[in-house]
């Protein structure tokens, strides 16, 4: 069994960047599919996005479309977020998870395994 840990949240300005991080520790990384998603308090988890076991397919929400950029590292056993142009209502906790299927999908239901999150805060 996996366990992920996000870090690399915190306060930035608008326009600004952050880099999430998601470390697997327990299995190796190349053994699942990843994606990113958020959570505003009340509400449900969004995808923002996946990538693929094998690292070659990705997909974003339209939201993020040219801002954010899911990657891995396999040997670093890391997932990663580059999250560029930050905007007030990306404030959210922001959670990775891992899928034990080939490709990633866009629902939260096709992940097994959950990250605790971290806390981004974009100011205007």
């Known amino acids: 069994q996996v366990q992920l840990v996000e870090s690399g949240g915190g306060l930035v300005q608008a326009g600004g960047s952050l880099r999430l991080s998601c470390v697997a520790s327990?299995?190796?990384?190349?053994?699942?599919?990843m994606g990113w998603f958020r959570q505003a308090p009340g509400k449900d988890r969004d995808c923002l996005g996946g990538?693929?076991?094998?690292?070659?397919?990705?997909f974003y929400a339209d939201s993020v479309k040219g801002r954010f950029t899911i990657s891995r590292d396999d040997a670093k056993n890391t997932e990663y977020l580059q999250k560029n142009n930050l905007q007030p209502e990306d404030t959210d906790v922001y959670y990775c998870?891992?899928?034990?299927?080939?490709?990633?999908?866009?629902?939260?239901?096709?992940?097994?395994?959950w990250g605790q999150g971290t806390q981004v805060t974009v100011s205007s």
């Open positions: 998870a891992a899928s034990g299927s080939s490709y990633s999908g866009n629902q939260a239901a096709d992940y097994g395994y």
């Open positions: 327990g299995r190796t990384l190349s053994s699942y599919a």
């Open positions: 990538i693929s076991r094998n690292g070659r397919s990705t």
